[in-house]
């Protein structure tokens, strides 16, 4: 029988970079955020099940759209004209080449990824639709390559579940917010406890399942950190989705998609 041991964040954060570097240098979308990513068991989540708009995979450059969120930040985030807007883990700059579109050429995105292969993707992706408002930064989500009080907007689609310190990157966001700034991500919360054999799965971990913390616990970091406003939304029919991530695992059972909102106060 196999036995499981802890995971460390060191750990974490080499088996999403080798992940998620190979994702970036394959020719093919990721599955979801499947660890099983592109067997015969797992297929690409359709960004529409997401909560996107029909065109908006046409929209954007070609292999920008890599099949590795888990909702649509953009849809709640109300992105006025002329934002600044911080995306977390932009992967090939989906999200960010979205929310370029809404606050125009007089707003700014940044999207930040610690995969360099990733964020070499993403910097070809912008060059090749001549995007001139979106820039990436290689960085960790816990240590943010943002100035202080820069973002009016931040942004992050299943990418806050990979992080083995989130209190550290909702810290670091905050950091980043104008007074008066505004989160809008979509990621992986836990609903019930999740089986220890599949906390301590690597592949679940790198796959968004393993590493979700409690709905309860995020709204306590969020609003220790001095958030207000605070709203997660579990969205029930992504439990669906997430099955087929981690086949034979029924993921959906403890794991949801949610949508997570807050503000940073004005003073």
Known sequence: MQTTTPIHEDQIRQQVRDRYGAIARSEESGCGCAPSCCSPAASPTAPEKLGYE?????????????????????????????ETIVDLGSGGGFDCFLAARQTGPTGAVIGVDMTPDMISKARANAAKAGTTNVEFRLGEIENLPVAD?????????????????????????????????????????????????????????????????????????????????????????????????????NAGRYVASATIEAAKPVS
């Open 54 to 82: 029909p065109g908006d995979a046409a929209s954007v450059p070609e292999g920008a759209e890599m099949g590795l969120g888990c909702g649509n930040p953009t849809a709640i985030a109300s992105i006025q004209a002329g």
């Open 149 to 249: 009080n820069t973002a009016d907007l931040v942004i992050s689609n299943c990418v806050v579940n990979l992080s083995p310190n989130k209190p550290r990157v909702l810290s670091e966001i905050f950091r980043v917010l104008k007074p008066g700034g505004r989160v809008a991500i979509s990621d992986i919360v836990a609903t019930a406890p999740i089986p220890e054999d599949l906390r301590n799965d690597f592949a679940a971990y790198t796959g968004c399942v393993a590493g979700a913390s409690s709905v309860a616990d995020l709204k306590q970091w969020l609003v220790q950190r001095g958030f207000i406003g605070v709203c997660i939304t579990v969205k029930e029919a992504s439990r669906q989705f997430i099955d087929e991530w981690v086949p034979g695992k």
